[in-house]
C-alpha cells in the first residue's frame, strides 16, 4: 500500500552555468545560466547568475513543492 502524497521539503535541480564571449570588443563577457528540475524536466534559463540564485531563493522561500509536483 502507498502511503499519500506528502508535500516534498527536497528540490533537486540540475544547474548549467557558463561564460558568454563579449558581443563586441572591450565588452565584458557574460554569464549565462539554466535550472532543470530533476524530477520533472522543466527548464528555465536566466541571462545573470544572479538572476538564477533569485530564482532559487525564491522557490526555497516556498517552503513546499506546489500541487504539480506532488503527483
Known amino acids: 500500500m502507498c502511503e499519500p ?3 516534498s521539503t527536497a528540490h533537486v535541480y540540475v544547474i548549467r ?4 564571449g563579449p558581443s563586441k570588443p572591450g565588452a565584458p563577457a557574460l ?7 530533476a524530477r520533472t524536466r522543466q527548464r528555465w534559463g536566466f541571462g545573470s547568475v544572479e538572476a538564477m540564485l533569485t530564482f532559487l531563493r525564491t522557490r ?3 517552503g513546499t513543492w506546489s500541487a504539480e509536483h506532488d503527483a
Not at 552555468?17 to 558568454?20: A, C, D, H, N, S
Not at 554569464?31 to 528540475?37: I, K, L, M, Q, T
Open 60 to 62: 526555497a522561500d516556498e
Open 5 to 7: 502524497s506528502k508535500p
Open 31 to 37: 554569464w549565462r545560466a539554466w535550472v532543470e528540475d
Open 17 to 20: 552555468i557558463w561564460r558568454e
